[in-house]
């Protein structure tokens, strides 16, 4: 094992977890792979590099590809934290909660430092774990800093920690929606999401958030209205605006539809159409060679989740 392989290595992690505007060198994502080939040529030993081309396989929305990349890493390093981190997100995306959680318990009791493995293994815990726990790693997450996409703000609703969500919509929809807003030339009207903001936490309040929503939907990202249509219970929103929407064409889907397997979007879940989505996406044919989310089953007429 080399240090210019285990350095590249490095490289590719850190790129392969870029969040914000690009590096002066480049695109993250074109980088991260780059880094990750360079390294396994000086050393194809390395775990973590094939970790990180299984991630840009998530986000070329190729779960089989990520899939086959993931257990790669994990037979020649099972104890890497990136590498376990890295499968921990892919296995959310593809719905198997428990199986991310187990892998995210992985990396943290190896870097429990790191702030993102922090943060995803709080969010898995608030999904399917114990709520008490739960709490002491958002602190932890806190603590440390971690960015906050808004699966996590979501996910906090659970707990009763609804300031996070309103954070995110005045500082994180800011930060990361508004380049799109301005290449989209969203009218100003539609650049304040407070409607928005309210109907998420109170159904009571849905109709003006809907409202706002199907004004936006002209203008918007797929990822975001299909999410938010998904938790303001609008299923016939969520999936009119899924039929135009393919995975390979956003690399940020498992943070845009990571409120995908959340408890607040069981409605579209249970719709009849979303087995033709997930078929259509290629989750199927990844649950079928590789076993079912947590809260779908497969049959040979296709897949009924709840």
């Given amino acids: 094992m080399t240090d210019s392989a285990l350095a590249h290595s490095a490289l590719a992690y850190v790129y392969a977890l870029w969040i914000g505007p690009d590096p002066a060198d480049g695109n993250p994502t074109e980088l991260a792979v780059h880094y990750a080939h360079s390294a396994l040529e000086r050393d194809p030993q390395?775990?973590?590099?094939?970790?990180?081309?299984?991630?840009?396989?998530?986000?070329?929305?190729?779960?089989?590809?990520?899939?086959?990349?993931?257990?790669?890493?994990?037979?020649?390093?099972?104890?890497?934290?990136?590498?376990?981190?890295?499968?921990?997100i892919h296995l959310y995306s593809v719905?198997?909660?428990?199986?991310?959680?187990?892998?995210?318990?992985?990396?943290?009791?190896?870097?429990?430092?790191?702030?993102?493995?922090?943060?995803?293994?709080?969010?898995?815990?608030?999904?399917?774990?114990?709520?008490?726990e739960a709490r002491r790693l958002w602190q932890k997450t806190d603590e440390l800093g971690a960015a906050r996409p808004l699966c996590a703000a979501i996910a906090r609703l659970d707990l009763g920690q609804k300031e996070f969500?309103?954070?995110?919509?005045?500082?994180?929809?800011?930060?990361?929606?508004?380049?799109?807003?301005?290449?989209?030339?969203?009218?100003s009207e539609l650049l304040d999401a407070?409607?928005?903001?309210?109907?998420?936490?109170?159904?009571?309040?849905?109709g003006a958030a809907l409202a706002w929503l199907r004004?936006?939907?002209?203008?918007?990202?797929?990822?975001?209205?299909?999410?938010?249509?998904?938790?303001?219970?609008?299923?016939?929103?969520?999936?009119?605006?899924?039929?135009?929407?393919?995975?390979?064409?956003?690399?940020?889907?498992?943070?845009?539809?990571?409120?995908?397997?959340?408890?607040?979007?069981a409605s579209m879940r249970a719709d009849a159409r979303f087995g033709a989505l997930m078929k259509r996406w290629g989750f199927l044919d990844y649950w079928q060679r590789f076993g079912a989310p947590d809260y779908c089953s497969i049959a040979n007429s296709g897949v009924r989740c709840r």
Avoid at 97 to 109: G, I, T
Avoid at 249 to 265: A, E, F, G, K, M
Wanted: with cysteine; net charge negative; charged share 25%.
């Fill in 46 to 88: 390395l775990g973590e590099p094939h970790a990180v081309l299984g991630n840009q396989h998530i986000d070329a929305g190729k779960p089989i590809e990520a899939e086959l990349e993931f257990q790669r890493a994990m037979a020649l390093d099972p104890r890497d934290p990136a590498a376990l981190h890295f499968y921990a």
């Fill in 95 to 132: 719905g198997r909660l428990r199986d991310a959680l187990d892998m995210e318990r992985r990396s943290v009791a190896n870097d429990g430092a790191s702030p993102q493995p922090m943060m995803w293994l709080a969010m898995l815990t608030t999904l399917i774990g114990d709520p008490d």
């Fill in 165 to 187: 969500l309103s954070e995110w919509y005045h500082r994180q929809h800011d930060e990361l929606y508004r380049p799109h807003v301005e290449r989209a030339q969203i009218p």
């Fill in 215 to 265: 004004r936006l939907e002209p203008y918007g990202d797929e990822g975001f209205l299909i999410t938010h249509y998904g938790l303001l219970g609008d299923t016939n929103g969520a999936f009119r605006v899924a039929e135009r929407f393919n995975l390979v064409d956003d690399v940020w889907y498992h943070y845009q539809l990571c409120n995908i397997w959340s408890p607040r979007t």
């Fill in 194 to 206: 407070t409607d928005l903001a309210a109907g998420v936490l109170d159904p009571a309040q849905r």
